[in-house]
């Protein structure tokens, strides 16, 4: 399977899709949560977006959904091109896939050797190679501490630092070898995960590319449309919890002069996770964090 789709009737409860509505996909991967909207439009239409070519494979022949093989960044260009304003629902399951940290070649995984790459959309941009070899330690340093939450985040950089003057660390598995003497004993593979993950986040420009989504989503919502998120690591989570709670990514609301609450859309319920049963079936769903908001009249 390429991918499971994770909390897929929870996701679709938020949704409250209308069967003649407009509704974006803004990570298409496997086409798991886009079935499970099609299923419950009738005239409606889907606009899924993802920029991995692999996932091209997956697009349902269903003339109700339009596939842009494109970054969910570009959103509001498509969506204006074809007419398809404003919109009822937009979904997001953010992260990498199944099927991306199962192919030793895209270079995510930390179990398997491959190319140090780390790139969603394979057809340009920085390799996570790139970034290890050719960002000065400061600035590694400074991403492993904001995007990886590591606190040994210097001494981490300075450690790459000196070992890369020796040749260049193109694999994964050489970059793994590199850092297992400063890993944590007991804890190898989360610290190795930590690592990766900020140079993954670095790669793909995630935490920018979300802001954009989550920015454009808003404009692009019909009133009492809904935006249902699922992250899995704190700081998309956070960006989401402040941006559903006060419209900005400080989370603090601003008033206007009558003192009423300024913002563009309502927080609606708390914060959801996936059950025991699924977590069971579906390990790589435990760090699941689901959020969903609708727009203000």
């Known amino acids: ?54 996932a091209l494979a997956n697009v349902p022949d269903d003339g109700r959904i339009v596939f842009l093989n494109q970054n969910f960044r570009y959103m509001m260009n498509f969506l204006k091109f074809y007419g398809a304003l404003p919109v009822d629902g937009i979904l997001a399951d953010l992260g990498v896939s199944s099927h991306q940290f199962d192919l030793a070649q895209r270079g995510f995984s930390i179990r398997a050797d491959g190319p140090l790459d780390m790139r969603m959309d394979t057809t340009g941009g920085l390799t996570a190679a790139d970034l290890v070899n050719d960002y000065d330690a400061a600035r590694l340093a400074e991403l492993f501490r904001g995007y990886g939450d590591l606190p040994a985040a210097r001494r981490i950089a300075a450690h790459i630092d000196r070992r890369r003057k020796l040749g260049r660390i193109a694999t994964t598995g050489q970059l793994v070898n590199i850092l297992a003497e400063l890993a944590p004993r007991g804890r190898e593979n989360k610290f190795m995960a930590k690592v990766f ?101």
């Open 1 to 54: 399977m390429y991918h499971s789709p994770v909390m897929v009737a929870a996701s679709m409860e938020g949704l409250m899709i209308r069967p003649g509505g407009l509704y974006v996909d803004a990570t298409f991967g496997g086409g798991g949560h886009a079935r499970a909207i099609l299923e419950r439009l009738a005239d409606g239409r889907l606009f899924a977006f993802d920029q991995d070519r692999a």
């Open 197 to 297: 993950q900020a140079l993954r986040i670095e790669v793909n420009q995630e935490v920018e590319a979300l802001k954009e989504l989550l920015l454009q989503g808003t404009e692009a919502l019909t009133q009492g449309g809904r935006m249902v998120i699922i992250s899995y690591h704190s700081l998309e989570d956070r960006l989401v919890k402040n941006f559903f709670r006060a419209g900005n990514f400080s989370g603090e609301v601003e008033k206007d002069f009558f003192g009423h609450a300024v913002k563009p859309l309502t927080a609606i319920g708390k914060l959801r996770v996936p059950d025991e049963e699924e977590v069971a079936g579906n390990p790589r769903a435990r760090s699941a964090r689901m959020r969903i908001a609708e727009k203000n009249s």
